[in-house]
């Protein structure tokens, strides 16, 4: 089992090399569905989004799908951005993991990055024609993980992914693949994920019909011809991360945990994201960290924040988290969640 552990793990980083080779030119912009890199849940995000080895709450689906059967209980969380850049943009995300023997788990997660409505206007009614006209983008997955030993699990998410802007929308399938491998040592682990591996979009829809004079220079003609706009095909936003995490400290009260992520998305260059974790009874939660080290032109920046974890019975508790991101000219951004654990 060692040895099909070890070519796992040399499938996935030669996938990350070649990918990182193939992608040297840059494509900052070049992909559709770019809500689809917005960091998940206020734990992550405080721990400065360095979350693919640490992975042990239901936002799993989305850092790593192969760490969903690790976390050994079953979860919902549901996570909210009331502000997301600007003032009426929010941003949520819903998941469940239900674990099955320990070994077994599968999961559902929601993701809405909604822009909320704004008044239609054109030249001849520049203060509003009374109608309204909204966009938002939604990702809906499916996720499935096994543990293949007691240290080492794999996982996957399929999903489908819609961006729709009044009339218009595209859509498609993609799939996240991820591992998980538990050292044993300090809390050591390692964690790798590619995400967002699936078709192109192309946006369609009513919006894009038109009606037009195929021969203005001649009377006589139908003026009525009903014609659609070719939209282009645009990729979906890959991406590949590699990252540690380790306790630096641990006791029967305390525990400090440090983590890193390798970060190598096809729209923007390589990064890194840094975070620790400080814990108390495993009850009370401090976090810091600092995201996209070494990319250039970056707004985002340190982070911080905290959580609560209550004990309800034995097997079952209640979590608050709160994150907090640094975002250049934006501002802050803030993100609420609710944990329950059975």
Not at 110 to 129: A, K
Not at 222 to 251: C, H, Q, Y
């Amino acid at each position: 089992m060692n040895g099909f552990i070890k070519k796992i793990i040399c499938v996935f980083s030669i996938v990350g090399l070649s990918f990182c080779s193939a992608n040297a030119q840059s494509k900052v912009g070049t992909t559709a569905a770019s809500f689809l890199g917005i960091a998940v849940g206020p734990h992550a995000i405080a721990n400065g989004g360095a979350f693919v080895a640490i992975a042990d709450d239901a936002t799993s689906i989305y850092y790593n799908p192969g760490g969903i059967s690790q976390i050994g209980t079953s979860q919902f969380m549901v996570s909210h951005t009331n502000k997301w850049l600007v003032d009426n943009v929010k941003f949520d995300w819903a998941g469940v993991v239900i674990n099955f023997d320990g070994s077994n788990a599968i999961g559902v997660s929601i993701t809405q990055l909604n822009y909320g409505e704004e008044l239609v206007t054109t030249e001849d009614q520049p203060n509003g024609t009374g109608e309204t006209w909204n966009a938002a983008d939604l990702a809906i997955g499916l996720s499935y993980a096994r543990s293949l030993t007691d240290r080492f699990s794999i996982g996957g998410t399929a999903k489908y992914i819609q961006q729709k802007i009044w009339n218009s929308r595209a859509s498609s399938v993609a799939l996240d693949v991820g591992l998980l491998y538990n050292t044993g040592y300090n809390g050591l682990k390692i964690g790798m994920s590619i995400s967002n591996f699936g078709n192109d979009m192309r946006m369609d829809g009513k919006d894009l019909y038109r009606q037009i004079d195929l021969d203005p220079q001649h009377s006589g003609t139908n003026k009525t011809i009903v014609a659609r706009l070719k939209t282009e095909d645009w990729p979906l936003p890959l991406l590949f991360r590699a990252g540690v995490s380790i306790n630096a400290m641990k006791t029967d009260e305390m525990r400090f945990t440090l983590a890193a992520d390798a970060l190598r998305p096809s729209d923007n260059g390589e990064s890194l994201n840094i975070g620790g974790e400080f814990a108390w009874h495993e009850a009370i939660f401090l976090r810091a960290g600092r995201k996209s080290l070494f990319l250039e032109d970056t707004e985002e920046g340190y982070t911080f924040g905290g959580g609560a974890r209550y004990e309800l019975t034995a097997v079952s508790a209640v979590t608050i988290d709160y994150g907090y991101e640094k975002f250049g000219v934006f501002g802050g951004i803030q993100t609420f969640s609710f944990n329950i654990t059975f």
